[in-house]
Structure formats: C-alpha cells, structure tokens
C-alpha cells in the first residue's frame, strides 16, 4: 500500500477489502465528506463540534469570532473575520495500534 492515498486509491482499496462496488463506495465518501462540513459548521465559541470514528479518529471544528488582532508586519490594528477552524486529533487507542504493527 503506498504510503499518500488519493481518493481513486483509497476507493480502489475500500472496494479490494470489503467487495463493494467502486460506485458505491464513492457515494459514501462524498456522503462522508458532507456530513463533517456540516458537522464543523455548526461549531461555536463556546461548543465546538466533533465527529469520533470508531478507531480513535477525531475530525472537529470549532468557531472563532472576528476580533481584534496585531498586524505583525507594521504592528497596526487589524479586524480578523468570523471563520470555523477544522482539526483533527487521534486517541490514545489510536496511536497504540499504529505502533503495534
């Protein structure tokens, strides 16, 4: 298996291993793909929003109002805009079965 999966190969992949149809793998990643941005859209300040897969993978996002920032270029101030920051984040359980293999 190489070591960067695009999508073509990741579903190429998916199909080998569980014998679905190619098509309908696609569609489910492109279901996948719209559910997390419209889980990560409805972040707040104070709630982010997070998606836990069942091997420790964590896909999440939280809000960041506008607020005042420092320009660091000339040090003047700056107005940031309103945004949704995306992360994502692997549990313990995660990284020990990487490291087992």
């Known amino acids: 298996m190489e070591r960067v999966l695009k999508r073509k190969q990741l579903v190429d992949e998916l199909s080998t291993r569980t014998g679905f149809y190619k098509h309908n793998i696609d569609t489910i990643l492109d279901a996948?793909?719209?559910?997390?941005?419209?889980?990560?859209?409805?972040?707040?300040?104070?709630?982010?929003?997070?998606?836990?897969?069942?091997?420790?993978?964590?896909?999440?996002?939280?809000?960041s109002p506008k607020r005042e920032a420092k320009d660091p270029r000339d040090g003047s101030t700056i107005i940031t805009p309103a945004k949704y920051i995306p992360y994502a984040r692997f549990k313990p359980s995660f990284r020990k079965k990487i490291n087992k293999k």
């Open 32 to 63: 996948l793909d719209d559910i997390i941005v419209e889980n990560m859209s409805t972040a707040t300040k104070t709630e982010p929003s997070e998606i836990h897969l069942s091997l420790g993978f964590v896909f999440g996002g939280r809000f």
